[in-house]
């Protein structure tokens, strides 16, 4: 069974960057493709980029490209997901998630609110 | 990008209701789609895959069926607990999601 526990609550100031952790355990990181889910408050379901295994490589929405950065550490099965030049309209909690058993996303984070204000 | 499409935002039901949601993609996806369902302050959770192929564990009561462009989430006979936002997803490469429904009591 796979599990997923993100680091804690972000305050932000407008234009600065934000790094949300989420750490695997019950499987190792290589065996999974890792994503990145966002809700703004109120607001709906949003993917921002993950891990693509037809490809291999990982892609971004594009709303999100330039601005934002998904990477791993093997080593401690950590994924990670930095987006920078925050704005008010970035506070929303973050998802990590992950297909297992089936190709959709069987496992979730807690997820992560990024709040941002002056 | 692929856009998904739900119908409608918001539905009011009774417990013992059929309840069907829709959702349409802007071109074929196959039966490339998932369904989630996501209570206040929670992660959503998988509800079904493949369009119609229901997640372990998932009460039979949820059903999922189309294929191409068109697809409907059906929950036979509404029970308390399923008053929830319920979120469709096709995952072609990129993933998009759509906007969601909320089912709320009548």
């Known amino acids: 069974q796979v599990q997923l526990v993100q680091s804690g609550a972000e305050v932000k100031k407008p234009g600065a960057s934000v790094k949300v952790s989420c750490k695997v355990s019950g499987y190792t990181l290589t065996e999974l493709s890792m994503h990145w889910v966002r809700q703004a408050p109120g607001k709906g379901l949003e993917w921002m980029g993950g891990f693509d295994p037809e490809d291999g490589e990982t892609i971004y929405a594009q709303k999100f490209q330039g601005r934002v950065t998904m990477t791993e550490d093997t080593s401690t099965d950590t994924a990670y997901m930095e987006l920078s030049s925050l704005r008010s309209e970035d506070t929303a909690v973050y998802y990590c998630?992950?297909?297992?058993?089936?190709?959709?996303?069987?496992?979730w984070g807690q997820g992560t609110l990024v709040t941002v204000s002056s | 990008d692929i856009q998904m499409t739900q119908s409608p935002s918001t539905l009011s039901a009774s417990v013992g209701d059929r309840v069907t949601i829709t959702c349409r993609a802007s071109?074929?996806?196959?039966?490339?789609l998932a369904w989630y369902q996501q209570k206040p302050g929670k992660a959503p959770k998988l509800l079904i895959y493949k369009a119609s192929s229901l997640e372990s564990g998932v009460p039979s009561r949820f059903s999922g069926s189309g294929s191409g462009t068109e697809f409907t989430l059906t929950i036979s006979s509404l029970q308390p607990d399923d008053f929830a936002t319920y979120y469709c997803?096709?995952?072609?490469?990129?993933?998009?999601f759509g906007q969601g429904t909320k089912v709320e009591i009548k």
């Open positions: 997803q096709q995952y072609n490469s990129p993933w998009t």
């Open positions: 071109q074929s996806i196959s039966s490339w």
């Open positions: 998630a992950t297909p297992g058993d089936t190709p959709a996303f069987d496992y």
